[in-house]
């Protein structure tokens, strides 16, 4: 890569990274934090302020994406953050449950996840876009392991409120690094595809329906999870680090090797059904254990790492390969498409997460789980060989 793809892949990279800042942070502490704030008792309302972050991205990603298209990148970009820093100071301000859901829905407005991608993509050349790419995948995983061990830290040290106020305080400063470290983005190519030949690609469709389904699982798993550690490892919340950081850590370590076997050896394909059926094994797993009235926590561990291991590879992988197939001058649509079902897939596993465990018990969201994973593993055994590194591959519509 040259000097120029790395500054921008990088710098893109912390951007995204800080958008799932807003969102990862506040998983291992808030459905315990919520308890004490009027409203909190209530785990429907709880799975909605998880989930609320994910449903106003939704609405944003394919308008961003568009106006990506038609008037750049950047200016997208920064008008995303200036949305996301306001809902994190609302939510830092708020003093009930009602109140965190809106800033949290202002902070999710900020849908600037299509407009990156499609810079990163924008701004690389076909043989290191799975690079790029996977540096934007890392970051997510980076940031993912960072707020596991550091957001019951800074929950003891400056609370929830300070939680939300630090994140609108790096959105501030991410602006700066758009505007004056991120390298001017490169011309749009000409032409536009209209968003009905995106939505009838099929290929691209089932990507989009596969990161939905890891989503959902992926909050709702998040809505019990904190719980359980208690319940089973019998770790107060300020020591879940202990689990999260070393399974989060070995899990970017086993996912190396069929990240490159996929592609130095073109079994794209058979890795990324191969993570499904892992992620489809961890929810029977998961439900076995929430089942049980008692377990030896090694059982937690030994899952949460699968979890991770599938999670890493499905996340990194499914970005390039959407803007490897999407058109040239329809990036920004297509990755909004891409991103719209990402979000909902947030929205709707924190929500029905929180539905489940107050309606039927926490074991029925894996449930949930492994029934989108199932129907996701039939559609991905059913799709084409996916394009290896540096082939060209014209969209199929």
């Not at 019998?234 to 850590?249: A, D, N, Q, R, S």
Request: hydrophobic fraction near 55%.
């Amino acid at each position: 890569m040259t000097r120029n793809e790395i500054r921008a892949s990088t710098s893109l990279a912390s951007i995204f990274a800080l958008r799932m800042l807003g969102l990862f942070l506040i998983l291992p502490v808030f459905s315990v934090h919520a308890k004490g704030l009027p409203g909190g008792e209530s785990a429907t309302l709880v799975g909605l302020a998880l989930g609320i972050y994910g449903l106003t991205q939704s609405f944003g990603q394919i308008p961003f994406g568009i106006a990506s298209d038609k008037y750049g990148r950047k200016r997208v970009i920064v008008i995303g953050l200036i949305l996301f820093a306001l809902g994190s100071f609302i939510a830092a301000a708020a003093d009930d449950i009602v109140w965190v859901i809106v800033g949290r829905a202002v902070q999710g407005a900020g849908a600037i996840s299509a407009a990156v991608t499609a810079f990163i993509a924008d701004s690389t050349r076909e043989e290191h876009r799975t690079k790029a790419m996977a540096m934007v995948g890392a970051s997510i995983g980076v940031t993912f392991a960072g707020s596991l061990v550091l957001s019951p830290l800074l929950y003891q040290a400056i609370g929830m409120g300070g939680i939300f106020a630090l994140t609108g305080i790096l959105s501030v400063l991410a602006i700066l690094v758009v505007l004056y470290i991120v390298p001017a983005a490169p011309a749009l190519p000409p032409g536009r595809i209209s968003i009905r030949e995106v939505l009838t690609n099929s290929e691209l469709m089932r990507l989009n329906y596969g990161v939905f389904a890891l989503h959902v699982t992926q909050m709702a798993m998040f809505v019990v999870m904190p719980s359980a550690l208690i319940r089973f490892g019998h770790l107060p919340l300020g020591e879940h680090w202990k689990i999260y950081l070393p399974v989060v850590l070995a899990s970017f370590i086993l996912m190396l090797p069929p990240i490159f076997i996929a592609e130095r050896r073109g079994k794209s394909k058979q890795v990324f059904v191969a993570a499904i059926a892992l992620l489809l094994a961890v929810q029977v797993g998961m439900w076995l254990v929430f089942t049980q009235s008692q377990l030896h926590w090694a059982w937690l561990v030994v899952l949460l790492l699968a979890f991770f291991i599938a999670f890493n590879i499905l996340e990194a992988s499914q970005p390039s390969l959407v803007s490897r197939i999407a058109p040239p001058s329809a990036k920004g649509t297509a990755l909004g498409v891409y991103n719209t079902l990402q979000a909902l897939g947030l929205f709707c596993g924190g929500a029905l997460g929180g539905w489940l465990t107050q309606h039927t018990g926490g074991a029925s969201v894996f449930v949930l789980g492994a029934v989108l994973t199932v129907a996701w593993l039939i559609i991905a055994a059913n799709m084409k060989n996916l394009p290896r590194r540096g082939q060209i591959q014209a969209a199929v519509v």
